[in-house]
């Protein structure tokens, strides 16, 4: 079955700290996609990034990095020396190749404080 | 305008009216979908219309009634809404990846509803 893991529920951290959010996902499909989001307090739900199962290597944009590892079914996001505009609802997501629909994680409330 | 338009924004009724909330997407895509999200819990995919036929209605209650008339505008009409269905409900599209593939889903800023 299905399934993300977003362990974390809320983590907060001082501005211009690393912070690293955990994902974790299960499926039976070797064509996968998974997604991260950022909803901030204005509710609109963000796209950050979309990777598919055959592509492993790590991304950066910006401050933003995702490791994306199969051996462990995770695909981790951090943000580099964040900032109090980072602060938001992170959700990471799931997809297989055989069924469009998104399979969510809980999300993790990201607070940076100044 | 660009990307996702939701309206109204926030939305306060009572348990006998009527409403409907509008989406609408400006990124040439050919699916749309419906969401709610609840506090504390996962988001819930309601309904997906893509090339205009709902695909996909997940055990949604009646007094939920969505209408898509074109792909780039979709409707969610309710009627006589229980306060347990107060919530955030968010419209997204995308390219069509029924057929195979999983194209990236685009939100809109979403509807706050509040039932009384």
């Known amino acids: 079955a299905q399934k993300v893991t977003q362990a974390q529920t809320e983590i907060s951290v001082v501005e211009k700290e690393d912070v690293t959010l955990d994902c974790v996902y299960e499926?039976?499909?070797?064509?996968?996609?998974l997604f991260w989001y950022k909803q901030p307090p204005s509710g609109e739900l963000v796209f950050l990034i979309r990777?598919?199962?055959?592509d492993e290597q790590n991304e950066i944009s910006g401050r933003y990095s995702w490791n994306f590892q199969k051996s462990t079914s995770s695909f981790n996001f951090t943000i580099t020396a964040s900032q109090v505009v980072d602060s938001a609802v992170y959700f990471c997501?799931?997809?297989?190749?055989?069924?469009?629909?998104?399979?969510w994680g809980a999300g993790t409330k990201l607070i940076i404080k100044p | 305008e660009t990307g996702v338009t939701q309206t109204p924004r926030h939305l306060v009724m009572g348990m006998t009216n009527k409403k409907s909330l509008k989406c609408e997407q400006h990124?040439?895509?050919?699916?749309m979908y419906w969401y709610k999200q609840s506090a504390k819990k996962p988001l819930e995919l309601m309904f997906v219309?893509?090339?205009?036929?709902?695909?996909e209605n997940n055990s949604v209650p009646s007094r939920f009634s969505p209408e898509c008339p074109n792909s780039s505008h979709l409707f969610l009409h309710l009627h006589t809404l229980q306060p347990e269905d107060s919530a955030l409900y968010l419209c997204?599209?995308?390219?069509?990846?029924?057929?195979?593939?999983?194209?990236?889903?685009?939100f809109g800023p979403g509807t706050r509803l509040l039932v009384l």
């Open positions: 997204a599209s995308s390219q069509d990846g029924t057929s195979g593939g999983v194209e990236t889903q685009y």
């Open positions: 990124l040439g895509h050919n699916a």
């Open positions: 219309y893509s090339l205009e036929e709902r695909v």
């Open positions: 499926t039976r499909d070797t064509t996968y996609y």
């Open positions: 990777r598919n199962s055959f």
């Open positions: 997501a799931l997809s297989e190749d055989s069924n469009y629909q998104l399979i």
